[in-house]
């Protein structure tokens, strides 16, 4: 580099840095985060992917020089594309289990413990713990194909498969009207999920139809994002950890939940101290 360029490229290094941003931070190409629409947290309306967590990674993209694609597929798709094509950069939401982690990298963004959710209709004696819940064996969830909340929740659910106790649907629409019918007692989701599902589109009708319960033993959960090993080049993904895991922090991921979720359902989850 000429001599004389020096002096400018220092500045502008200096800037980068004092505005809070890596110099010369930028993904080497589009990250690809496959929508699998998700209540508020992945909404799709036409060839539009909008929602809490595509605004979120939009804003921090700005911040670093990254640009994300949001191709529309269903969540098992999703899981694929991440997990066993390695087509995808990118999965999130997503919770956290020693399985995944030896597949690829978490970012945690924030906590939330999942509660077991019912009708209205439902009558008798709600199950308060996991034991209780396996032991009353007429109780039948419908559970949405590749959610998964940790790994107390996988444990729960292969007692129930065993038992032959559960249904596995491909989004949450199918496990509102099956509980709304009446043809399963439950499911188990964080609130603010179940929350923005029952708010988007034709359910909003039925939110307060629903039942959010404390089950015990099943502990807080980590969700986050994570990042390939197989598709992401390291330094956009030590580029991404660090840009993701400072958001995570400062308080711009929570205030990305409030033009979509009330206080009171926020609450409920336990967003990382900026």
């Not at 004389?4 to 985060?33: D, E, F, H, N």
């Not at 060839?47 to 670093?64: C, E, F």
């Not at 191709?71 to 066993?84: H, K, L, T, Y």
């Amino acid at each position: 580099m000429p001599a004389s360029r020096r002096p400018l490229t220092t500045l502008w290094a200096s800037v980068a840095l004092l505005l809070g941003a890596p110099a010369w931070a930028q993904c080497s190409r589009p990250i690809v985060v496959p929508a699998a629409p998700t209540g508020f947290s992945m909404m799709v309306e036409g060839d539009v992917v909008r929602g809490i967590y595509p605004d979120w990674l939009r804003a921090v993209g700005r911040r670093i020089g990254c640009s994300f694609e949001f191709p529309v597929v269903p969540r098992a798709r999703a899981d694929q594309m991440f997990f066993e094509q390695h087509s995808a950069d990118m999965l999130t939401p997503s919770s956290q289990t020693r399985e995944r982690d030896g597949r690829a990298e978490f970012v945690h963004f924030y906590s939330l413990t999942p509660a077991l959710v019912t009708h209205q209709s439902v009558r008798g004696e709600i199950p308060r713990d996991v034991a209780s819940l396996l032991k009353d064996t007429k109780w039948r969830a419908a559970m949405v194909r590749r959610y998964s909340f940790g790994d107390e929740y996988q444990a729960l659910l292969r007692e129930l498969e065993a038992g032959g106790r559960v249904d596995y649907v491909a989004d949450l629409d199918t496990v509102e009207r099956m509980l709304r019918g009446g043809r399963v007692d439950f499911t188990i989701l964080p609130a603010s999920l179940m929350h923005s599902a029952l708010l988007d589109g034709q359910a909003a009708q039925s939110a307060g139809e629903f039942r959010y319960h404390e089950l015990r033993g099943l502990s807080p959960i980590r969700s986050g994002a994570y990042l390939s090993l197989r598709s992401l080049p390291q330094r956009d993904r030590d580029l991404l950890r660090e840009a993701l895991g400072k958001a995570a922090r400062d308080g711009s991921f929570r205030k990305s939940h409030e033009p979509y979720l009330p206080e009171s359902v926020l609450r409920t989850d336990r967003f990382l101290n900026p």
